[in-house]
């Protein structure tokens, strides 16, 4: 069907039994556990029972063999932790729309006096007032909220 692996994950006894731990006791992610059960049932080192192949493994746990692959070459390559976890996002999927000059210009609104007639800003006069400046195009109460409870 296909040649045999030239890549073969050795796990010594600690390695399998942290994996196993983690595949039983059901508070991880449940990627995290899926990983874990890839690496064990990948095992061709002598605490492995059964000998799998990337096609039986995606079968048995409902993978692609494209991905047991996958995770079997980030442990070889990267080691136990990132072939478990996520890789952790280097931005933000959606950009803030107030970074810290925007956010500068928010608080000098704040503690400069309110309008004629008010006694006080309220979000909507924040809002407002952000659009009229020209400083965003468009934004919600929410997030004017959410920075200045933040600073």
Not at 57 to 67: E, K, T, V, Y
Not at 90 to 115: F, M, N, Y
Request: aromatic share 2%.
């Amino acid at each position: 069907m296909g040649r045999g692996r030239t890549n073969k994950i050795r796990l010594s006894a600690e390695q399998r039994q942290h994996l196993e731990a983690l595949s039983r006791n059901g508070h991880a992610p449940v990627k995290k556990i899926l990983h874990a059960r890839v690496l064990i049932m990948s095992d061709e080192g002598e605490y492995g029972q059964q000998r799998w192949n990337d096609q039986q493994i995606g079968a048995a746990l409902g993978l692609h063999r494209n991905s047991v692959a996958r995770i079997r070459s980030s442990f070889l390559e990267q080691g136990e932790q990132a072939a478990l976890n996520r890789k952790p996002r280097q931005t933000p999927p959606v950009p803030q729309k107030l970074d810290g000059e925007k956010q500068a210009h928010l608080i000098a609104i704040c503690c400069s006096p309110p309008p004629d007639g008010r006694t006080r800003w309220t979000m909507k006069l924040l809002v407002d007032e952000l659009k009229a400046r020209s400083i965003v195009t468009q934004i919600g109460r929410e997030t004017v909220r959410c920075t200045l409870k933040k600073t």
